[in-house]
C-alpha cells in the first residue's frame, strides 16, 4: 500500500497475514496515513469498502480526516482503480512477494 497525493507519497507499506480492522489502524492508519494526511492541508482520503477498511476501529479514526465514499459497484468511477489498472500493465511478473515488492517500488 502507499499513501499518494499532490505529486508525493509515502514509503511502500508491505502487510503479511490478515488485514483486521485494529492492524489496519494499528500499522497503517496511525503511522502512515495520518501523518501523510496531516501533512497536507484539504486531503481527501480515499480507500475502497474491504471489511478492515469499513471496522468501527477505523472508522473512528478516519473522522479526524475529509474522506471521499467509495463508488457502489462501480468500478470505472473509482479513481484508483485507474491507477491500479497502469501500475498491473507496468509490473513484471514476479514469482515470489519480495520480487513483488521489489517490481513494485521500482514501478512506482
Known sequence: MWVTGYDSRSTLIVMRGTLTGQRYVDDILRPHVGPF?????GAIFQQDSARPHTATVAQDVLRHFQ?????????????????????????????SVHDLELAAQETI
Open 67 to 95: 474522506t471521499l465514499s467509495w463508488p457502489t459497484c462501480s468500478p470505472d468511477t473509482s479513481p484508483v482503480e485507474h491507477v491500479w489498472d497502469q501500475l498491473k500493465r507496468q509490473m513484471p511478473r514476479c514469482d
Open 37 to 41: 494526511l496531516n501533512s497536507l492541508p
